[in-house]
């Protein structure tokens, strides 16, 4: 069966940026939506958090898992450089790393990267804009609790396999960038809720799963879509972006 791995990066706490609360709430929501049923049911194994990760860190897990399905999501500060000769996308990933472009922690052939970062325009000088699963103890527990386990157990397994079997389908696409605004735009959060792109995306999942009937894939791009149509209601000068557009690969399943 395909392997996968997870990044979670939150550089919420940067020497000499602003504290961004929303960060560090996005990285706890992508791990617990990842160890949902609802988002492919991933194991621990499978899934590092990290705090203002070195680059060199962060690009040895891309080495290291190379072969695998990576999802790497990142949140914090981020800017866009121009020059002469193009632009390119910044994040503030720790105190003494404030300028690297996001290509460099992004998987270059199979997976999925998400980046919840401002995107303002710096020309000459930079301008900055701005854990574990608990486990179920059935100690004591009665018949029927003991039921509702193996249940929820035989689920998840479930929905491990079907997100799984859809990755393997698509092993060999070409990598796809989520970012959270277009060039020269702020990506907005509530403090206690996290990224406003991060939240919608899940948000999106969640809606499906209600009112879906039957299996199902729910892929990266319908999520995007859904945080798109809703943006407007959270902040009308984002506007999220996709890349490239005819990729997908799961985001959510229902089983």
Same mark, same amino acid.
Not at 178 to 184: H, I, P, Y
Not at 190 to 202: E, I, K, R, V
């Given at each position: 069966?395909?392997?996968?791995?997870?990044?979670?990066?939150?550089?919420?706490?940067?020497?000499?940026?602003?504290?961004?609360?929303?960060?560090?709430?996005?990285?706890?929501?992508?791990?617990?939506?990842?160890?949902? &049923?609802?988002?492919?049911?991933?194991?621990?194994?499978?899934?590092?958090?990290?705090?203002?990760?070195?680059?060199?860190?962060?690009?040895?897990?891309?080495?290291?898992? *190379?072969?695998?399905?990576?999802?790497?999501?990142?949140?914090?500060?981020?800017?866009?450089?121009?020059?002469?000769?193009?632009?390119?996308?910044?994040?503030?990933?720790?105190?003494?790393?404030?300028?690297?472009?996001?290509?460099?922690?992004?998987?270059?052939?199979?997976?999925?990267?998400?980046?919840?970062?401002?995107?303002?325009?710096?020309?000459?000088?930079?301008?900055?804009?701005?854990?574990?699963?608990?486990?179920?103890?059935?100690?004591?527990?009665?018949?029927?609790?003991?039921?509702?386990?193996?249940?929820?157990?035989?689920?998840?397994?479930?929905?491990?396999?079907?997100? &799984?079997?859809?990755?393997?389908?698509?092993?060999?696409?070409?990598?796809?960038?989520?970012?959270?605004?277009?060039?020269?735009?702020?990506?907005?959060?509530?403090?206690?809720?996290?990224?406003?792109?991060?939240?919608?995306?899940?948000?999106?999942?969640?809606?499906?799963?209600?009112?879906?009937?039957?299996?199902?894939?729910? *892929?990266?791009?319908?999520?995007?879509?859904?945080?798109?149509?809703?943006?407007?209601?959270?902040?009308?000068?984002?506007?999220?972006?996709?890349?490239?557009?005819?990729?997908?690969?799961?985001?959510?399943?229902?089983?």
């Amino acid at each position: 069966m395909i392997k996968k791995f997870a990044i979670i990066i939150e550089s919420h706490n940067v020497a000499g940026q602003k504290i961004i609360p929303g960060a560090k709430k996005d990285a706890e929501q992508w791990y617990a939506y990842l160890r949902s &049923d609802l988002g492919g049911a991933w194991a621990e194994s499978e899934i590092v958090v990290l705090n203002k990760p070195p680059l060199g860190d962060v690009q040895s897990l891309l080495a290291e898992h *190379s072969g695998d399905y990576l999802f790497v999501a990142f949140s914090g500060h981020g800017y866009e450089q121009v020059s002469y000769y193009g632009s390119t996308v910044k994040a503030c990933l720790n105190d003494n790393e404030q300028d690297v472009a996001i290509d460099l922690i992004r998987p270059k052939y199979f997976g999925t990267a998400v980046f919840d970062c401002c995107r303002g325009l710096e020309y000459a000088e930079r301008i900055a804009i701005c854990n574990e699963a608990v486990a179920m103890d059935s100690f004591g527990a009665t018949c029927r609790e003991q039921e509702m386990n193996k249940q929820a157990a035989i689920r998840q397994a479930l929905c491990r396999a079907a997100f &799984d079997v859809d990755l393997q389908k698509r092993q060999g696409q070409a990598s796809v960038r989520m970012l959270s605004c277009a060039s020269n735009e702020s990506a907005g959060e509530n403090p206690s809720a996290g990224g406003y792109y991060t939240t919608l995306l899940m948000a999106g999942a969640r809606k499906w799963e209600q009112g879906f009937v039957g299996r199902g894939i729910y *892929s990266t791009f319908d999520a995007h879509l859904f945080a798109c149509a809703k943006m407007p209601q959270f902040n009308p000068r984002q506007h999220p972006q996709y890349d490239p557009s005819n990729q997908i690969y799961p985001f959510a399943v229902n089983v």
